[in-house]
């Protein structure tokens, strides 16, 4: 069964997080299906699910924030990876943010859906095609322009989800939920 790569992304860079999650998968030779979490009508047919979406002002995006809400007991059923992309500082995002890694008003959420692992990724801002309101609210917070984006970080993260996913199919045992692995 393919693993469902959802994301919520405003201008492409949380997209292209997904979709590199989608390569290191395929070349572990996992099916996926990497697309946006508004397109996604059930999970029927998926063995596990990564979501991830761009924080903006410390939030979620409406269609990650919807689609967590409306699968929820669906997702409490499967092998279930989240990430948050959008802290534009160097170094490691959590630090930045005083080991914050997943907007607080998602809480009851996520323990309800028991993920294997939540992870924050930095994030790329290019003022040249944000919003008149993102660039403002960028600017008021100090954020930076350019790739803050770590690929290495985010290609070990899908190894480790290709090494769950690929012991899950074996039949290897495994612990439930793999806890915060950042």
Do not use: C
């Amino acid at each position: 069964m393919p693993t469902l790569i959802a994301h919520a992304s405003r201008y492409g860079a949380t997209r292209e997080i997904a979709e590199a999650i989608g390569r290191a998968l395929e070349k572990r030779g996992l099916a996926v299906d990497v697309r946006p979490a508004a397109e996604v009508g059930r999970l029927e047919g998926y063995g596990g699910v990564v979501l991830g979406s761009a924080l903006y002002s410390g939030g979620w995006l409406d269609d990650a924030r919807e689609f967590l809400e409306s699968f929820q007991d669906e997702l409490a059923a499967r092998d279930v990876w989240l990430f948050s992309s959008g802290p534009t500082t160097p170094g490691d995002p959590a630090e930045a943010l005083g080991g914050w890694l997943f907007p607080e008003d998602l809480a009851p959420l996520v323990s309800k859906v028991r993920p294997r692992d939540v992870i924050l990724f930095a994030g790329k801002i290019d003022p040249d095609v944000l919003g008149l309101q993102d660039w403002l609210i960028n600017r008021s917070m100090r954020g930076l322009a350019g790739d803050f984006r770590n690929w290495p970080r985010i290609e070990a993260w899908a190894a480790r989800i290709a090494d769950a996913l690929t012991a899950a199919r074996a039949g290897a045992p495994q612990a439930a939920h793999d806890g915060n692995q950042n």
